[in-house]
């Protein structure tokens, strides 16, 4: 707990930095030891990070600790072929999932509450929509694991799986973005409503905190001028 008190003050910068570093730390190293090695340890400490900035929420932060432990688990159990536990896949989707859709309405709730707007806020608002394309690329996972072939030209096989996440992830973060290049379409109807979902929280979450920050940017150089 002292370790967390410490880190608090940091939260959104380290959730910052894991996350960046997941996004873009394969275009500093190798493909494939970034993947298999370095990407499910930066998930972890993403989780950990998460934890640090939802320790004001002790039910919040205590859930997230379980992820940790089940998301060590599932690294330790792909790794080294320790075979835990069945549908170990879907499990690990399904708690990166969770796990993002927490930090994410934390996050939006944190700025919507905040009286002034500070460089945390600032930097929880980037933290947000980091996160909410992560959660899109576990939903679109998630329906590509359960129906596949859902998006033309991502095929999830043994000898392409890591392309194949790099690709679901460019196109969560286009999607998001509504910049839709259409080189990958969605194909399944439930893939094709999630599309529309993860754009319209895209949309909805740019103007309703951009709305948000500045109104409270404007009363707080109203209140500034006043004093």
């Known amino acids: 707990m002292k370790l ?3 880190l608090h003050p940091y939260r959104y910068k380290l959730f910052l930095i894991s996350l960046l570093l997941i996004l873009f730390g394969s275009l500093v190293m190798p493909g494939n030891i970034f993947e298999y090695w370095v990407s499910p340890v930066l998930l972890i400490m993403n989780l950990m990070a998460g934890i ?3 320790s004001e929420k002790r039910g919040v932060m205590r859930f997230l600790i379980v992820l940790v ?3 060590s688990i599932i690294f330790f159990d792909v790794t080294f072929n320790l075979h ?3 549908g170990i ?3 690990k989707l399904l708690s990166y999932f969770v796990f993002y859709g927490l930090v994410t309405y934390q996050i939006m709730n944190y700025v919507f509450l905040s009286k002034k707007v500070t460089g945390d806020v600032i930097l929880g608002i980037i933290c947000g ?3 909410l394309g992560l959660l899109s690329f576990f939903l679109f996972y998630i329906i590509e694991y359960f129906e596949p072939n859902s998006y033309s030209n991502i095929v999830f096989s043994p000898d392409s799986i ?3 996440k790099e690709q679901l992830m460019y196109f969560s973060y286009v999607t998001l973005l509504t910049i839709g290049y259409g080189e990958i379409v969605p194909l399944s109807e439930v893939a094709q409503k999630g599309a529309i979902l993860v754009a319209l929280m895209g949309q909805f979450y740019i103007a309703i905190l951009t709305a948000i920050v500045v109104g409270k940017f404007i009363n707080q150089a109203h209140l500034s001028e006043e004093d």
Do not use: G, K, Q, R
């Open 4 to 6: 967390i008190s410490y």
């Open 129 to 131: 929509y980091l996160s």
């Open 84 to 86: 835990f536990t069945d």
């Open 89 to 91: 896949t879907f499990i």
């Open 69 to 71: 432990v089940i998301n």
């Open 52 to 54: 640090v900035l939802t």
């Open 162 to 164: 890591e392309a194949a």
